[in-house]
Nanobody, 126 residues
Framework: QVQLIESGGGLAQAGGSLRLSCAAS????????MGWFRQAAGKEREFVTA????????SYADSVKGRFTISRDNAKNTVDLQMNSLKPEDTAVYYC???????????????????WGQGTQVTVSS
C-alpha cells in the first residue's frame, strides 16, 4: 500500500509556472506507475500525465503537451509536475495517483489507479 500527499498548488497568473510535488510513503514506490489527474469544478476528473516505474516512459494529455513535465525520483519517493505557460483552463484540483498496472506504457484511465492523494488546488488567473 502507498500513501500520497501532494503539495505546491496555489495561485498563478496566466503564462506563469507552478511545480507540484507528490510524496509517497510505503513500500516499493518504484514498482508503481505514477500519474497526475485534475478535476475542475463541475467537471469529471481527467488525465493529465503519467510516468512509468523507471521514468523512461511518459504520457501527456494533448491539452498539456509541451507545457507540463512529469518526473520522478525513486530514491526520494517523489513525483513532480512542472507546469509552465499556465492557462486559466488549467484551474482545477490536481491529484497524484499510483497504480501497479502496466508494463511499459503508463495508464491514462483514472479507474486503473489504486491509490490517490487528497488533491491540491491550482488556480490560474487571466
Amino acid at each position: 500500500q502507498v500513501q500520497l500527499i501532494e503539495s505546491g498548488g496555489g495561485l498563478a497568473q496566466a503564462g506563469g509556472s507552478l511545480r507540484l510535488s507528490c510524496a509517497a510513503s510505503g513500500r516499493a514506490f518504484g514498482s508503481y506507475f505514477m500519474g497526475w489527474f485534475r478535476q475542475a469544478a463541475g467537471k469529471e476528473r481527467e488525465f493529465v500525465t503519467a510516468i512509468s516505474r523507471s521514468g523512461s516512459s511518459t504520457s501527456y494529455a494533448d491539452s498539456v503537451k509541451g507545457r507540463f513535465t512529469i518526473s520522478r525520483d525513486n530514491a526520494k519517493n517523489t513525483v513532480d509536475l512542472q507546469m509552465n505557460s499556465l492557462k486559466p483552463e488549467d484551474t482545477a484540483v490536481y491529484y497524484c495517483a499510483a497504480t501497479s498496472l502496466g508494463l511499459i506504457t503508463p495508464r491514462t484511465q483514472a479507474a486503473d489507479y489504486d491509490y490517490w492523494g487528497q488533491g491540491t488546488q491550482v488556480t490560474v488567473s487571466s
